[in-house]
């Protein structure tokens, strides 16, 4: 395309030259076709440049949606693998700190090897007669930024700089619930942002420390760890292989 709009600018300027100069020199002639040359090996060479970058471009970006299947089959949706969790996803709704809907859907994706380490800890505790409940899992890194801008307390909220252990699929948010579908009294609710969630808090009564006693010592068993401000929050040990993700899943 933009050799031939050149060529037809070099034509023009000839036939102007030709129609103004009664007999055109030999050597006015020989000038005006090194002219017309010259033109037409830039133009190839302009062309060529263009073609370069839009293969570059088409490269980068088919190389962005390939590393992001990647990233993405890393992870399973445990609703998939197991009929045996319940989940109430708080960030797909408004009920939250944040006050908004920061997922467009309610799904809990975590890595392959954490879905497996969850899904033996739920096992153990059905068999005495509890369930585990799910509040959140894997967190987009672009949500970390949002909360981190509405709660910039790093004992509660992880900085979005070094990233949440959500953001790796290895963290996950949770509860206890009877396996016939009762609640579980764990002294506060989801995201309270206080000592009275602290695992060393002890002013609570005998069953709200023998809940949260039995979900810790389960999770720890099975490759878990605390932080000591939330109760409801764990991470996988083995996550330091994890990169940070920030893909939306699907909704149905």
């Given at each position: 395309?933009?050799?031939?709009?050149?060529?037809?600018?070099?034509?023009?300027?000839?036939?102007?030259?030709?129609?103004?100069?009664?007999?055109?020199?030999?050597?006015?002639?020989?000038?005006?076709?090194?002219?017309?040359?010259?033109?037409?090996l830039r133009g190839e060479k302009v062309e060529q440049s263009l073609y370069r970058k839009k293969d570059s471009?088409?490269?980068?970006?088919?190389?962005?949606?390939?590393?992001?299947?990647?990233?993405?089959?890393?992870?399973?949706?445990?609703?998939?693998?197991?009929?045996?969790?319940?989940?109430?996803?708080?960030?797909?709704?408004?009920?939250?700190?944040?006050?908004?809907?920061?997922?467009?859907?309610?799904?809990c994706l975590v890595r392959d090897e954490v879905a497996k380490a969850l899904i033996a800890a739920n096992n153990?505790?059905?068999?005495?007669?509890?369930?585990?409940?799910?509040?959140?899992?894997?967190?987009?890194?672009?949500?970390?930024?949002?909360?981190?801008?509405?709660?910039?307390?790093?004992?509660?909220?992880?900085?979005?700089?070094?990233?949440?252990?959500?953001?790796?699929?290895?963290?996950?948010?949770?509860?206890?619930?009877?396996?016939?579908?009762?609640?579980?009294?764990?002294?506060?609710?989801?995201?309270?942002?206080?000592?009275?969630?602290?695992?060393?808090?002890?002013?609570?009564?005998?069953?709200?420390?023998?809940?949260?006693?039995?979900?810790?010592?389960?999770?720890?068993?099975?490759?878990?760890?605390?932080?000591?401000?939330?109760?409801?929050?764990?991470?996988?040990?083995?996550?330091?292989?994890?990169?940070?993700?920030?893909?939306?899943?699907?909704?149905?």
């Amino acid at each position: 395309m933009v050799i031939r709009k050149l060529m037809a600018l070099i034509f023009l300027m000839i036939l102007v030259s030709c129609t103004t100069t009664e007999v055109a020199p030999e050597s006015q002639t020989m000038a005006l076709l090194e002219k017309a040359k010259a033109l037409r090996l830039r133009g190839e060479k302009v062309e060529q440049s263009l073609y370069r970058k839009k293969d570059s471009i088409e490269g980068l970006s088919a190389g962005e949606s390939v590393r992001r299947v990647q990233e993405r089959s890393n992870f399973v949706n445990i609703a998939k693998i197991s009929d045996d969790f319940v989940f109430d996803m708080k960030y797909a709704t408004k009920d939250n700190f944040l006050k908004k809907q920061v997922y467009d859907c309610a799904k809990c994706l975590v890595r392959d090897e954490v879905a497996k380490a969850l899904i033996a800890a739920n096992n153990d505790l059905q068999k005495q007669g509890y369930r585990i409940k799910f509040f959140d899992c894997y967190r987009p890194h672009s949500v970390q930024k949002k909360m981190w801008k509405i709660f910039p307390n790093p004992g509660y909220v992880a900085n979005p700089k070094g990233g949440s252990i959500h953001n790796k699929g290895a963290a996950v948010d949770i509860t206890l619930v009877r396996s016939g579908g009762g609640a579980i009294d764990m002294g506060t609710k989801f995201d309270h942002f206080g000592k009275k969630a602290h695992h060393a808090y002890t002013k609570l009564s005998k069953e709200v420390l023998a809940n949260r006693k039995l979900l810790r010592t389960t999770m720890e068993k099975h490759g878990f760890k605390t932080i000591k401000t939330e109760w409801w929050h764990y991470n996988f040990k083995s996550n330091q292989g994890y990169k940070i993700s920030d893909f939306r899943w699907d909704c149905d």
